[in-house]
């Protein structure tokens, strides 16, 4: 059978580049369109069996570029729009041509996956279906379960909210956030069905769901699981006790009767609730200890609320006792900076360090900053210790210059809420004066999400980071959501593909696919490409052979105290002036 053709009408490179990237892997035919005049040519011409259409990056209001589109087609039900996520006027206006299909920005590889093979596999029933033998009620029927929503409540459906926490699992992996699951089940619901029948039953499932949706936040997602089975996905979960809280006011709203039908039904839930990453790390851990701890619930006589697990209660107490001892630590100076070579791909010499804080705690030894980073990132802490490591590199480097060491950059990794002070350049520029050393050697990583928040707030003036000779990477790019537009307003110079690419270069077509597109658009925009993470010599081997600039990694090095990476350096520029590694 022939491959499902794709057509990508975008005038986003970095954006078409992702949506390739993603889509390459799967079997489709895929086209490519770079305005929009050209796109409804080849619309016309090809017939796609899906069209994806980039409406993110118009400078005119969306509504008037459609008009002035004048679709060529009636209920164009196989156009997927990619919009930004407050972009209403495009979405009207796509309604009024009767598209109704949409991805709201920011959206990743599983979305754009999971819209995508739905599309194709509605247009492919869609074609199957004579129609001289319309069986409607058929029809119906398959084109209900194809798509995403429960038909009596209008909510997502199983299949929806499983992807939907998938992504939930990735984002907050990689954002260092939270996120819970509320399962509900409906104590007794049977009763209700046996004794009112089926329709009261159904009328009393849709009030329900109204109230339990008025309460509900932006980015909060109720689905309907089954029969009287719902999950909540929170997201921004920032401690247990607001989660308590809302559970109490969602059981709450189950208090008063329900009134169907001119029948009067009492009903109560019980909510079984799980955290990421304290209950699990993925999907089918989250949904099944929700389901456990509903069971406790239902156990301590329904109506009622149980987490997952009391040891999930202890570490959030554990976060508030590292917030005060991170006080202690910054006054006491319990940090310290372990540099991590990176190598170049012409000279296989070193070429650079990033400095990683360690915090060398008096009773638990060395920390790692994935354990405390996060934590001092919720309260103001993470400007101090901002503070405190760009003051010990920047005396490192003067110290570096004092003994005719030889000068390599520095990069130091800038948390979101330190970047969004304009306070960090006001910082650096006191600390060049202070030390006398060079800004180019200096480098700021900061992640896509950082960038994408400062660019949205513009509250940066991006003309003093221009006048700055500091130079600014983007950490773990791929893993957001950056288009070429924020790239450009920026004056990076450097991005960094994040390791869970590196990881499956080898193996994984996709993460291939993923890291050559990075490669060849930074070197478009004549940016330096550095990958981060490479662990063996296959994955050395791949990126340097794609022309990726530099690595870092533990192939090579693990990041190292001050003396060892001198030792580490020297070992470039010892006897042997030339020597360099494979
Ligand atoms: P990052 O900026 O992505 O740093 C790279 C992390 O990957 C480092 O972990 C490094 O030790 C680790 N790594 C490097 N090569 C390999 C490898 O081949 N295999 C594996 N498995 N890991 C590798 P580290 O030092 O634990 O730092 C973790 C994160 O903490 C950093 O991620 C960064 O986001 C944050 N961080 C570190 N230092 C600072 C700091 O001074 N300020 C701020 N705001 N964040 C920091
Ligand atoms: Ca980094
Ligand atoms: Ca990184």
């Not at 202690?328 to 296989?348: G, M, S, V, W």
């Not at 002070?421 to 650096?428: A, K, P, S």
Request: charged share 25%.
């Amino acid at each position: 059978m022939q491959a499902p053709s794709i057509l990508v009408i975008d005038d986003d490179i970095s954006s078409r580049f992702s949506i390739e990237a993603t889509l390459k892997s799967l079997d489709y035919e895929l086209h490519f369109a770079n305005n929009y005049e050209e796109g409804w040519a080849h619309y016309l011409a090809l017939a796609p069996c899906v069209a994806i259409l980039n409406l993110s990056h118009f400078d005119d209001p969306e509504r008037d570029m459609l008009k002035r589109l004048d679709l060529p087609i009636e209920r164009p039900n196989n156009i997927i729009v990619l919009v930004e996520n407050n972009s209403e006027h495009a979405m009207e206006a796509c309604y009024e041509l009767g598209i109704n299909c949409f991805l709201k920005k920011p959206y990743n590889v599983y979305e754009i996956c999971g819209v995508v093979e739905r599309s194709v596999a509605l247009k492919q029933l869609q074609n199957q279906i004579s129609i001289d033998k319309i069986d409607l009620e058929r029809t119906r029927k398959k084109l209900v379960a194809g798509t995403t929503h429960d038909a009596l409540t209008q909510l997502y459906n199983r299949r929806l909210m499983n992807d939907h926490i998938e992504i939930l699992v990735s984002k907050s992996h990689c954002n260092d956030t939270r996120f819970a699951l509320f399962y509900f089940n409906l104590d007794d619901f049977k009763k209700v069905n046996d004794t009112c029948g089926y329709e009261v039953g159904d009328q009393v499932l849709v009030l329900i769901v109204k109230r339990l949706s008025a309460l509900l936040r932006v980015g909060d997602l109720l689905a309907r699981m089954e029969g009287d089975e719902f999950i909540l996905a929170i997201e921004g979960v920032s401690n247990l006790d607001a989660l308590a809280l809302l559970a109490r006011e969602l059981l709450n709203t189950f208090s008063s009767e329900f009134k169907v039908l001119d029948q009067v039904v009492y009903i109560t839930s019980s909510i079984g609730i799980s955290v990421y990453p304290y209950s699990g790390n993925s999907r089918a851990e989250l949904i099944k200890n929700a389901h456990s701890a509903l069971y406790k619930a239902k156990s301590a006589g329904r109506n009622c609320f149980r987490f997952h697990s009391n040891k999930m209660k202890l570490k959030v107490k554990c976060q508030i006792e590292i917030e005060q001892e991170l006080v202690r630590a910054l006054a006491n100076d319990e940090f310290c900076i372990y540099y991590q070579p990176k190598i170049h791909r012409k000279t296989r010499t070193l070429c650079g360090t990033e400095a990683l804080i360690r915090w060398c705690h008096p009773t638990k030894g060395l920390i790692a900053p994935n354990d405390f980073i996060p934590i001092a990132e919720k309260s103001d802490l993470i400007i101090e210790i901002g503070r405190w490591v760009r003051y010990e590199v920047c005396s490192q480097l003067a110290c570096w210059q004092r003994e005719k060491f030889p000068l390599f950059p520095v990069s130091v990794n800038v948390s979101g809420k330190e970047f969004m002070r304009m306070e960090v350049l006001q910082n650096l520029i006191d600390l060049f004066l202070e030390f006398d050393i060079d800004q180019r050697l200096l480098e700021l990583e900061i992640t896509e999400g950082t960038l994408i928040d400062s660019v949205k707030n513009d509250n940066m003036d991006y003309e003093i980071i221009r006048g700055m000779d500091v130079r600014m990477a983007i950490d773990d790019f791929g893993t957001g959501y950056c288009s070429l537009t924020y790239l450009k307003k920026f004056p990076i110079n450097t991005l960094k593909i994040d390791k869970s690419f590196v990881d499956g270069v080898v193996n994984n077509e996709a993460d291939a696919s993923i890291a050559k597109t990075i490669i060849a658009m930074a070197h478009s925009l004549n940016m330096t490409v550095v990958a981060e993470g490479i662990e063996n010599e296959k994955q050395k081997d791949f990126l340097f052979d794609n022309g990726c600039d530099q690595v870092q990694g533990y192939y090579y090095s693990r990041p190292l105290p001050v003396e060892d990476f001198e030792r580490y350096a020297r070992s470039f520029i010892g006897k042997d002036k030339t020597r360099s590694i494979p």
